[in-house]
């Protein structure tokens, strides 16, 4: 389960504001990545924070309100499907990191990035290896940039609603192939990742 462990290292390293960051929709076929940077008040207890992955949808939203209400700053960002083919999905997914540390109302001084891979910041930061489930302002950066996406994907359904976008948020099912092979690539659909059938 994630604690404050990094957050504790760095605030004893004189650092003020530690922010966690994560992305959500670095592997769908279509839609933006998404990211979002989140500063908790050092020690605030949040029941059933984890990796946003291993939670139900329903547990999701509640905790995605929770953080919102009870967080220092928090800001969730995305790179465009036009982005992520132009610049690839590591760099896009990096930018999208980098727009939700920039965004947020309270500016950072320290950033805990989910992963082995740093983004190029304007402040200092460390990478964690599985850090959605190791510190707390990862894990809650992690729900809040999925909560964000799926909610998306949901209106891009009302868009395109031949594409069941609702049923597989935009992650390469057997339905969403399906729905590929009849209906063609749509204007949210990520090329680079369809060159195959393209």
Same mark, same amino acid.
């Given at each position: 389960?994630?604690?404050?462990?990094?957050?504790?290292?760095a605030?004893n390293?004189?650092?003020?504001?530690?922010?966690?960051?994560?992305?959500?929709?670095?592997?769908?076929l279509?839609?933006?990545?998404?990211?979002a940077?989140?500063?908790l008040? $050092?020690?605030?207890a949040?029941?059933?924070?984890?990796?946003?992955k291993?939670?139900? @949808? +329903?547990?999701r939203e509640l %905790?995605y &309100?929770?953080?919102?209400?009870n967080?220092?700053a928090?800001?969730?960002?995305?790179?465009?499907?036009q982005?992520?083919d132009?610049?690839?999905?590591? $760099?896009a997914?990096?930018?999208?990191?980098?727009?939700a540390?920039?965004?947020l109302? @309270? +500016?950072?001084?320290?950033? %805990?990035i &989910?992963?082995?891979r740093?983004?190029?910041?304007?402040?200092?930061?460390?990478?964690v290896?599985?850090?959605?489930?190791?510190s707390?302002?990862i894990?809650?950066?992690?729900?809040?940039?999925?909560v964000?996406?799926?909610?998306?994907?949901? @209106?891009v359904?009302?868009?395109?609603?031949?594409?069941?976008?609702?049923?597989?948020k935009?992650?390469?099912t057997k339905l969403?192939?399906?729905?590929?092979?009849?209906?063609?690539?749509?204007?949210v659909?990520?090329?680079?990742f369809?060159?195959?059938?393209?």
């Amino acid at each position: 389960m994630p604690d404050y462990e990094f957050e504790s290292i760095a605030v004893n390293n004189g650092f003020t504001a530690v922010c966690g960051v994560d992305e959500a929709g670095r592997g769908p076929l279509a839609g933006p990545v998404y990211a979002a940077a989140v500063i908790l008040p $050092q020690g605030l207890a949040i029941d059933g924070l984890n990796d946003s992955k291993k939670l139900s @949808e +329903k547990k999701r939203e509640l %905790l995605y &309100d929770e953080i919102t209400k009870n967080a220092v700053a928090w800001s969730v960002a995305f790179a465009t499907e036009q982005e992520i083919d132009e610049i690839n999905i590591l $760099q896009a997914t990096f930018l999208a990191m980098k727009r939700a540390v920039e965004s947020l109302t @309270e +500016k950072a001084d320290y950033a %805990l990035i &989910d992963g082995n891979r740093m983004p190029t910041l304007e402040i200092k930061g460390e990478t964690v290896v599985k850090g959605d489930s190791r510190s707390m302002s990862i894990a809650a950066a992690s729900i809040l940039a999925k909560v964000t996406r799926d909610r998306f994907m949901l @209106e891009v359904d009302k868009l395109y609603p031949q594409y069941q976008f609702s049923k597989h948020k935009g992650y390469g099912t057997k339905l969403h192939y399906e729905m590929l092979a009849q209906h063609g690539v749509s204007p949210v659909h990520r090329r680079s990742f369809l060159r195959k059938i393209l």
